[in-house]
DNA sequence: TGCTAGACTTGTATTGATCGTG
DNA sequence: CACGATCAATACAAGTCTAGCA
């Protein structure tokens, strides 16, 4: 019925042709596959179906809860108690976070203990009326001898897990999608736990509840074997939408918002989404002096909203802000984008040091990691502000005229399929392609990737990509530090060792030690190369604009352009996901 | 026009596996 | 070979954006 084939093996065999197509719009590739695929690309998109068979297992459920042993203790008020099942697994999940900082928190502890005296029964509803009467010490203790249990089993024990894993991967963790087998991305249900949102989320602490097959939305293609549900259960429901991607879906009671089961990056289905992601960037570049102008020309405008939009616009194309939803209030955490500045998260200085017309932004963003840049802006854009902040409060919107949806329709006036967050990824790959231009240095390797980390560097810092210093970082540069010293020395000796060698003419021992010295300044020049990458890195993370900003076709051609094998830039996973740009991409391709 | 549900991308934190070293 | 450091994989939260409805 259909031949089922490794998705990787079809990426490296297929594409060639099909995106040489675009790639250049003069192929030289066999014509009758060229229209062939074209036919195939357009049957694909004009009805805007996903797929046309769909066959899968269903996900995997969270294991059911293991009451504790009698002999972990849980006290009330000093009292020993014994929880009854639904109560005590709320407990433990708390009891398992007492070491974060989670639980010292009001808002955490309090919406706990409210979604925990729910699972009581009314007798222990009416004892247990304190948070902080609870001892959780013993179930703490247990759970953490069981992670050392763990940790100290014996190697055929952690075998046995490891097939276990393996087995349910290959029966649950992979799909068939038209032709292929694909990789899941993530073929388990959550399993219950206490919610922890990231910075001030009033939601935090509350019971994330147990996800059953009644909960469950299936989708499949009709013509495919259904998933069964495990035995004396029932999916929700189950369809069969080809315009839609997901395998499963549930709704999540925090904040009532739906979950989905989706393939893995590695599959045809995000290939080429990512793929098209990047085109459109491109098309962006072609317009993108056109788009400056005209956003220029409307900071004069005699209309409001669209010197607001403008000035918006200025911030997202040149701090590469994101665009700012709106959000509703006291179910999120405060954060804000673009659209959703408010005047608190702006100073205007006419003079600062010696730069004029400089903008101090201070916001907490997505994932409420602060944003805080001072920037010297253009006259005009400094004034339209003073304008803005007119007659406000601290807490009103700087943009009172604009929101996203407005901007978006603007966007998609000026290019076909443009929107708030193609500048992010627009400037992030141009930002790469013209560091690794200036950048690119000497020959040696090592040195090679050091300048592509600095570049892929000067992207995150555009996109705001920080991280908390590794706790271990200070140890670790130290150590570094330790090695390099006595690489120094044991160099000096080599060198001093050649030049004794060059007296007893011993032609066989010059060259010995000349290779020997040859070694440890590579050894020496390594260490220095990996020491400043990593004092460079200290604060920056990398990994979120290589993995969804940086065109990989710019990563794969500079790696052809200068012979260095991909392996030293993309890992294996990212390998996989970025296979159709590693395929695509020649020495010379330009974003 | 505004609102919401839904689908999909992007982001950090945590967990698990692997690697290099004493 | 055990151990900690480091890197990769996973988990899941938090964004963006669209479509459809009143």
Redesign the pocket.
Known sequence: MYSVQESHVRLAQLPKTKYDKYEKNTHKCDLLIGVLLIRWEEERSTDGS?WRFLEHKGPVFAPPYEPLPDKVKFYYDGKLMKLAAPAEEVATFFAKMLD?EYTTKDVFRKNFFKDWRKEMTSEEKSKITDLNKCNFAGMNEYFKAQSEARKQMSKEEKQKI?ED?ERILQEYGFCIMDNHKERIG?F?I??P?L?????D?PKMGML?RRIRPEDIIINCSKDSKHPKPPPGTKWKEVRH?N????LA?W??N?????K?I?LNPSSRI?GE??WQ?YETARRLKKCVDRIRNQYREDWKSKEMRIRQRAVALYFIDKLAL????E??EGE??D?V?CCSLRVEHINLYPKLDDQEYVVEFDFL?????RYYNRIPVEKRVFKNLQLFLENKQPGDDLFDRLN??IL?KHL?ELMD?L????F??YNASITLQQQLKELSCCEYVPAKILSYNRANRAVAIL??????P?K?FE??MQ??QT?VIPARKQLKAAKAEHKASHDDKSKKAVEVKRKAVQRIEEQLMKLQVQATDREENKQI?L???KL??LDPRISVAWCKKFGIPIEKIY????REKFAWAIDMAEKDFEF
């Open positions: 996903k974060h490891k894993n993530n388990r959550e399993p736990g919610f922890r949102g990231r910075g989320h994330k939408d315009k839609v991607t997901w879906s709704t999540e925090i904040q009532g918002s739906i989905y989706m995000k989404k990512d992601k994101r665009a700012g939803n959000k509703e999120t955490a954060t984008g963003g997505k994932d409420s990691i996203t949806s978006n998609q399929g929107t708030a967050k193609v992010r990824t996109c705001n990509h920080q991280r908390a590794p271990t140890k670790s150590n570094l090695k993370a990994g979120t604009s969804n900003y890992n294996k996973t990212q």
